[in-house]
C-alpha cells in the first residue's frame, strides 16, 4: 500500500465514484484535456469521455446553474472552481438556487462544489482565499474542509453521494506535502464527524485543513513545555459536531480555537457561542482564538507570513491560557 | 388557414388563455380584499407567450416559469388551485407554504422548474437540465422565459453562452415586454431587437409578434423540433407589453397613456377570438362552454384555497436538507455501458478547426448554424472565405478534404462529434 498525496486521494476518489456510478458527472474550466489546473482531474477526461468530463467555459455561474439543473435529473454532478477564490462568481447560484432548492420546493440538489482554497503559497489576494464561512452562514449547504488524505478521499466520496449541494474544500497547501497510507477498498467518512487527532487533558486546540497541523506541531511543542494539548480537527464545518467539541471542552475546560479564515465571524466565533450555550460552567479560561488578519491575503512572503497563524502563534496563545 | 393544429388543440390554446386571464382576474379581487400574502405580479396582455411557446412542449419536455408565465405552468399541467394556494401562503400549495408566486415546481410528473427572483439564474439551470436529458438519452427539450430587463444579467450571458457551446436542446423566450419595473427597454439595451444578442452567441433566434399566440406556437414548435434534432439552442424573442404595472402596488404612471392604449389593440385574447371566429373554428356555443368550464373550475379551487388552512408553525423547521427522504434515481433512456469505460474512454486531446488569425487556415472546413434569421456567422463568412480561396487557387469549386485530427470528444456523442466530421447542417 504505497502512500499516497491528499491530491492523489481526491483524484481517486473521483475516479472510483465515476466508476461505480454513471450518474456521476464532472464539470469545470480546464479539467478535461488539460486535467485541472492542479491536475487533480488528470486522466478523467482519457477513461470516461467528453459526456462526463466537461470542459466548461469561464463562466462559474453557468458551471453550477447547469450542474443544479442536471441533478433535477439525478445525475450527481461535480463542479471544479479552478480556484476556490472564483466561488464569489457564482454565489448567487449557490447560495439562493442550489441551497435553497430542498426547502423551497422538495427538489434536492446533489451536487458537489469543490476547489483548492487557502493560502501559504504567494497566491495574492485572489488565489489564497478561505471564504468558507460565506457558506457555513447559508442553510441548505454542506461545508467539507479535510486535511489528510484519508479524509479527502472518503469525505469526497460522502460528498459525491450525499442528496445535499456540498461545498468541498482543498486546501492547496497540503495537496502534495503531506502523505500517507490509505486503504484501497471502498471507504468513506462520515460528514459532520470532527476527529481527534491528538488526546490532551490540560486545553483543546480545535482547528480544521492547514492549520490542524499548525494545531499538532504547536501541540508537539508544547508537550515539551509540559502542556499536554488536545488536537481536534472539525473535518466538517456545516454541519458542526456539536458533541464533539463539547464532549473536549468538558475534559480539559480550556478552549482555543485555530483558524486560517480571517478573524471577524470566523468559524471560532460561533464555536465560542456553542461553547458557552453548552459548557460555560465547565470552562476555567476564556475561549481564545489565532487566526488570520482581518485582511486581504496579502501576497509578498514577509505580508503572507504575517497574516497567517503559525506555530509560534498558536503556542503563545496556549500557554496564555494555559496559566488559568 | 395552414395551422397545424387540430380545431380541438385551437379551442385548447383558448382555454389556457382564458383560464390564465380569469385566475389572475380572480387574485387581483383576492388581493384587494386582503387575501393575497406578498406581492402579486400581472401577465395581463402576455398571455399568449406563455400559454403558445409552452403548448409547443411534449409532457416529456421541461420548462421553468418566471412569474409571470402563470399560462405555461397551466399548460403543463398545474391546476389554479396550485396558483391561488400559493399566492395565500396556504399549505395546501405546491411548496406549503414556503415560497410565493409561480416558485413551484415539479420534478417527476410536470418536469417544471421552480424559479427564483435573481432573474437570469435559470438559463444555466434550464441548459443543464437540457445537457442530463441528453446524456441520459431521454430526447427532451427544456425552455425557460426571460424579460428585457432580465437579459442584462450576467446570469443571461454566461447561461446562453454555455448553453450555446454545449449546442443544448434549450428554448429561450425572451419576453421583450417594453419595461423592467420602470425603466423602459431602450434605457437597458442599446439594440433595437433583444434576438441580436442570441447572434452573439452564434445560434439561431427569430422574432415574433408576443401577441399573437399562434405565431408564439409556430415559431417555438419550430424551434423545439431544431433542439430535438440536435440544432439548439433556440432564442426567441416575443415583443409584447406589460400592460400593468411591474406588480400590484404599481400604478405605473411612468408608461404613457398613449402606449397602453397602442396595446389593448392587440389584446391577445381579443386577437385570438377573432381568428378563431374567422375562420370558423367555434361558434358561440362553443365559446359559452369554455367559458362555463373556466368559471367552474376556477369556483371550484378558489374556494378550495380559502377554506384551506395556513401552515402549522413548526414547518418552518423541516425541510432544510434531503436526509433520504427523496430518493434520486436518473430515468437512462440509454444503456449506462455507453458512457462506461472502455466505451466512453476516447484519447483526450484537442482538435482544432481554426487557427485563429483572418485567413481559412483549413480549407473546406466549416461550421454552419441552422435555423436563424440569415445572419452571417463568422463560421459562415470563414466558409465562404475558405470556398473563395480554393476556387481562386486550383479553378475547381470543390472544397478541399478538411484533415481529421483526434479530438478529445467520443463518436457516440453527437454533440461533440460534428466537431470532428466537419459536416454541414441541415438548413
Redesign the interface.
Known amino acids: 500500500m504505497p502512500a499516497v498525496t491528499m491530491l492523489e486521494g481526491i483524484r481517486q476518489a473521483l475516479f472510483e465514484e465515476m ?1 461505480r456510478d ?2 456521476v ?1 464532472a464539470l469545470g474550466e480546464d479539467i ?2 488539460f486535467g485541472g489546473a492542479f491536475k487533480v482531474t488528470e ?1 478523467l ?8 468530463v ?1 470542459d ?2 469561464i ?19 461535480v463542479c471544479e472552481m479552478q480556484f476556490i477564490d472564483f466561488i464569489a462568481c457564482c454565489f ?2 449557490v447560495t ?2 442550489a441551497a ?9 440538489v ?1 451536487l458537489v462544489l469543490r476547489g483548492p482554497s487557502g493560502g501559504g503559497v504567494h497566491g495574492g489576494p485572489f488565489h489564497s482565499a478561505n471564504p468558507e464561512m460565506y457558506f457555513v452562514h447559508t ?2 449547504l ?1 461545508v467539507v474542509y479535510p486535511s489528510t488524505a484519508y479524509d479527502a478521499k472518503g469525505l469526497l466520496k460522502s460528498a459525491i453521494r450525499d ?2 449541494p456540498v461545498l468541498f474544500f482543498e486546501h492547496k497547501f497540503l495537496y502534495r506535502r503531506i502523505k500517507e497510507e490509505i486503504p484501497s477498498d471502498d471507504f468513506t467518512v462520515p460528514i459532520g464527524k470532527a476527529a481527534v487527532r491528538r488526546e490532551g487533558s490540560d486545553l483543546t486546540i480545535l482547528s480544521y485543513a492547514a492549520m490542524a497541523h499548525t494545531s499538532l506541531e504547536a501541540a508537539e511543542q508544547l508537550s515539551t513545555e509540559g502542556i499536554d494539548a488536545e488536537v481536534i480537527d472539525l473535518r466538517t464545518l456545516l454541519p458542526l459536531d456539536r458533541d464533539a467539541i463539547l464532549a473536549s471542552v468538558k475534559k480539559t475546560n480550556k478552549l482555543l480555537i485555530v483558524h486560517e479564515d480571517t478573524r471577524t465571524a470566523g468559524i471560532a466565533g460561533e464555536i465560542a457561542a456553542i461553547v458557552c450555550e453548552g459548557a460555560f460552567e465547565d470552562l476555567d479560561g476564556p475561549i481564545l482564538r489565532v487566526t488570520a488578519l482581518d485582511t486581504p491575503v496579502p501576497y509578498s512572503p514577509p505580508l503572507e507570513h504575517r497574516f497567517l497563524p503559525n506555530t509560534e502563534k498558536v503556542v503563545a496563545a496556549a500557554r496564555e491560557l494555559a496559566k488559568y | 388557414m395552414s395551422s397545424r393544429l387540430t380545431h380541438e388543440q385551437h379551442l385548447e390554446l383558448y382555454y389556457y388563455m382564458q383560464l390564465n386571464r380569469q385566475l389572475e382576474d380572480r387574485m387581483v379581487r383576492l388581493f384587494r380584499q386582503n387575501k393575497i400574502v406578498g406581492g402579486l405580479y400581472s401577465s395581463l396582455g402576455q398571455e399568449g407567450i406563455s400559454v403558445g411557446s409552452a403548448y409547443a412542449l411534449e409532457p416529456r419536455d421541461w420548462l421553468a416559469p418566471m412569474i409571470r408565465n402563470i399560462g405555461g405552468l397551466l399548460v403543463k399541467g398545474f391546476k389554479p388551485r396550485d396558483i391561488f394556494t400559493q399566492h395565500m401562503a396556504k399549505y395546501t400549495s ?2 406549503l407554504g ?2 410565493a408566486t409561480s ?3 415539479d ?1 417527476k410528473v410536470h418536469h417544471t ?2 424559479p ?3 432573474l437570469g ?1 435559470l ?11 441528453r ?2 438519452g ?1 430526447n427532451i427539450v ?1 425552455l425557460t422565459w426571460i424579460g428585457d430587463g432580465g437579459s442584462s444579467t ?2 443571461f450571458h ?2 446562453l ?2 448553453a450555446a ?2 449546442r443544448a436542446p434549450f428554448v429561450l423566450i425572451v419576453e421583450n415586454n417594453q419595461w423592467a419595473y420602470s425603466t423602459p427597454v431602450s434605457r437597458q439595451v442599446p439594440v433595437k431587437n433583444l434576438a441580436d444578442r442570441g447572434r452573439a452567441y452564434g445560434i439561431a433566434t427569430k422574432i415574433v409578434d408576443g401577441n399573437d399566440v399562434m405565431a408564439v406556437y409556430t415559431a417555438t414548435k419550430d424551434a423545439v423540433d431544431e433542439c430535438r434534432a440536435g440544432n439548439g439552442p433556440v432564442l426567441i424573442e416575443a415583443k409584447t407589453m406589460r400592460m400593468q404595472g411591474h406588480a400590484q402596488h404599481d400604478p405605473a404612471d411612468y408608461v404613457p397613456k398613449e402606449m397602453f392604449e397602442h396595446w389593448k389593440a392587440r389584446d391577445p385574447i381579443a386577437r385570438y377570438e377573432k381568428y378563431l371566429t374567422e375562420n370558423e373554428i367555434w361558434d358561440g356555443k362553443k365559446k359559452a362552454e369554455i367559458h362555463a368550464r373556466i368559471e367552474r373550475e376556477l369556483d371550484e379551487d378558489q374556494k378550495f384555497a380559502e377554506e384551506s388552512p395556513l401552515p402549522p408553525p413548526e414547518l418552518a423547521e423541516q ?6 427522504c ?1 430518493q ?5 433512456q440509454r444503456p ?1 455501458e455507453e ?3 472502455p466505451k ?7 482538435t482544432v478547426k481554426s487557427f485563429g488569425g483572418l485567413e481559412p487556415e483549413i480549407p473546406g472546413s466549416k461550421e454552419v448554424a441552422a435555423f436563424d434569421n440569415g445572419a452571417k456567422t463568422p463560421a459562415r463568412a470563414v466558409e465562404e472565405r475558405a470556398a473563395e480561396l480554393v476556387s481562386k487557387s486550383d479553378g475547381s469549386k470543390a472544397p478541399a478534404q478538411a484533415p481529421r485530427v483526434p479530438f ?3 463518436p ?2 453527437k454533440s ?1 462529434a460534428r466537431s470532428a466530421q466537419h459536416k454541414p447542417r441541415k438548413r
Not at chain 1, 45 to 52: K, Q, T, V
Not at chain 1, 100 to 108: I, V
Not at chain 2, 123 to 133: K, N, S, Y
Not at chain 2, 328 to 332: F, G, M
Open positions: 466508476d454513471p450518474a458527472v478535461g484535456v486522466g477526461l482519457a477513461r470516461f469521455g467528453p459526456e462526463r466537461i466548461t467555459p463562466s462559474e455561474t453557468a458551471i453550477v446553474g447547469a450542474a443544479c439543473g442536471m441533478s433535477f435529473l439525478g445525475l450527481r454532478p448567487n447560484q439562493n438556487f435553497k432548492s430542498h426547502y423551497r420546493w422538495g427538489a434536492p446533489p442553510p441548505g454542506k442528496n445535499n | 405546491p411548496t414556503k415560497d416558485h413551484f415546481g420534478l422548474v421552480a427564483i427572483s435573481m439564474d438559463i444555466p439551470v434550464m441548459t443543464g437540465v437540457a445537457m442530463a436529458g446524456y441520459l431521454q427544456t450576467g446570469a454566461e447561461g453562452n454555455f457551446t454545449q425541510g432544510v436538507y434531503c436526509d433520504g427523496h434520486i434515481e436518473a430515468d437512462w449506462k458512457v462506461m469505460p466512453a474512454s476516447i484519447e483526450a486531446a484537442w478529445g470528444r467520443g457516440k456523442d461533440f
